[in-house]
């Protein structure tokens, strides 16, 4: 069976390939010790073996074969330099099943390239025992790869729950730490473009704009300032990219990983992950952005996504929805461009359908009375004599009940404390170390005290629960803020109106509803 065939003699190429994303073992398939083994092989076959070059890719993958000297092995096979390939077994070319099938049984024979994998026993010269079972084996190496791949998932999701930063580079804005690559630093050099990034945001541009005035001030992009691309095409900054910053809490000091993941397995691709899915642990690193100024530019995101023409995006835009169908109101302009109207957008698209009704509205006088209303809103709140004790009221029942839970966890320590003595002198009453008065009398005396305490723990939840209200979504003391800055302009932009109202419902019979994030209470 290892007859020379017709005294050829093969320019045969030694592969030799390592990877940890694999799972391979380090020590026993090291580069050293893949090469000795076929060197040992070379050396038993040299009267039909001449070794023309070794390829070595150290750290790829076998899930696919975009490898350095894979590539350069192929193109000297092309190049009619090898006629053979020697692997130590078949996972060190590769573990990709359908594509080591197909180079092995296709791609091979066809250029007529002898394959041998010394450890699988496959020579495709010849009938070798191993040739019967390759299938099971490319099978076998394909499912040990997509194991493998769930263990190493497993195992970075845990460092990434830990606060870990595990990317190959950090996000726009920082810089790994030299001193420990899973923490991140504020990268001084570009902290004033992420902070004009976000200010741009609230002075209302959207992230079109944003990237537009980025790009003509040729502003290196985030690929471009990490020396990834150079082309011309990837100067231009993209409203995608200032969205993703824009809506990134790492800029206020929370980790947030899991943004993207592989398609599968086997693929380099990477799509988008739910928000839902996303690893976010807070503070875990300086923050570049302010929390309020981070959660405005959210809620100015939210009410600008269905807008795509900026221009067109006025005061109320986002705000206000049909009470009827529940979908958004939009603003038009008459066919003179005179006059802007509110009319339902569910009517307009399902207008033949006889679903919903215009609720026309005179979008300039519509405007006016909200202003009015919300000035008058604020005006009350802001002279209000009993603001101020409101204000100290409020922290005290804060103080009050920050206390009283701190006595309800107390009684609840002294309460697990006298059931742990119970179970000790029950334990003693059976060894006889205590007699049954003496165990009786211990007994009577913690459980009296644990009544007693589950009594006062009673009380103090019913007097948490009566001062215990929802908290609102800004405190006091800031929407007071953003009353004064509201009361100052002539008329208020979209970030100072995002604080103030949820929505506005607009009736058929053109009744109009407004509700406010804060309450005169």
């Known amino acids: 069976m290892d007859k020379k065939i017709n005294n050829k003699i093969y320019n045969a190429a030694l592969y030799i390939r390592l990877s940890r994303e694999d799972g391979d073992n380090l020590e026993s398939e090291s580069i050293t010790n893949q090469r000795e083994l076929l060197q040992i092989y070379l050396e038993k076959k040299k009267e039909e073996l001449l070794l023309i070059d070794e390829y070595v890719d150290d750290g790829f993958t076998g899930s696919n074969f975009h490898r350095p000297a894979w590539q350069k092995l192929i193109k000297d096979i092309e190049n009619k330099k090898v006629d053979t390939i020697i692997t130590k077994d078949l996972s060190r070319m590769g573990r990709d099943y359908i594509k080591m099938g197909e180079y092995i049984e296709k791609v091979f024979p066809e250029r007529n390239i002898r394959y041998i994998a010394v450890n699988d026993d496959i020579d495709t010269l010849y009938e070798t025992p191993g040739l019967e079972f390759l299938q099971f084996k490319l099978v076998f190496n394909d499912y040990y790869l997509k194991d493998t791949s769930k263990k190493i998932k497993k195992v970075l999701k845990t460092k990434k729950e830990k606060g870990e930063f595990l990317g190959w580079k950090a996000v726009y804005g920082y810089i790994k730490d030299p001193n420990d690559k ?18 741009l945001a609230i002075e209302g541009k959207s992230p079109r704009q944003i990237a537009n005035i980025f790009s003509m001030e040729r502003i290196p992009t985030p690929s471009v300032y990490a020396g990834l691309n150079r082309r011309i095409v990837c100067q231009l900054w993209c409203p995608r990219t200032i969205e993703e910053i824009l809506t990134n809490e790492t800029y206020i000091g929370n980790l947030t990983q899991g943004r993207r993941k592989k398609l599968n397995y086997k693929s380099k691709k990477e799509i988008r992950t739910k928000k839902e899915d996303w690893i976010i642990i807070p503070d875990t690193h300086e923050a570049i952005i302010d929390k309020k100024v981070f959660d405005t530019v959210q809620l100015l995101l939210e009410k600008n996504k269905h807008k795509t023409n900026n221009k067109n995006l006025y005061l109320l835009s986002g705000f206000m929805y049909c009470k009827e169908c529940g979908h958004a109101i939009g603003i038009n302009k008459s066919s003179d461009g005179k006059r802007k109207y509110c009319i339902c957008t569910y009517y307009i698209s399902h207008s033949k359908f006889g679903l919903c009704t215009p609720h026309s509205n005179n979008y300039d006088k519509l405007e006016q009375k909200v202003l009015h209303h919300l000035k008058k809103m604020c005006e009350r709140y802001v002279n209000s004599f009993l603001f101020k004790d409101k204000v100290e009221q409020a922290c005290q029942k ?89 009361l100052s302009f002539e008329k208020p932009n979209r970030n100072l109106l995002v604080n103030f109202i949820d929505k506005i419902l607009i009736s058929e019979d053109k009744t109009v509803e407004i509700y406010y994030k804060f309450k005169l209470t």
Do not use: C, P
């Not at 119970?422 to 007994?443: A, C, H, P, Q, W």
């Not at 103090?460 to 929802?470: D, F, T, W």
């Open 398 to 486: 804060n103080n009050l009940k920050v206390k009283i839970q701190k006595e309800i966890n107390s009684l609840d320590l002294k309460i697990d404390s006298n059931l742990s003595f119970i179970d000790k002198v029950y334990e003693d009453k059976l060894k006889g170390n205590i007699d049954i008065e003496m165990f009786s009398r211990l007994t009577i005396k913690y459980k009296q005290e644990i009544e007693a305490w589950k009594n006062s723990k009673i009380a103090l939840e019913l007097e948490l629960i009566k001062i215990k209200k929802k908290d609102e979504d800004m405190n006091r003391e800031e929407i007071l803020k953003k009353i004064d800055e509201y």
């Open 182 to 199: 899973h923490k991140l630093l504020v990268d001084e050099n570009i902290r004033h473009i992420i902070e004009r990034i976000f200010n």
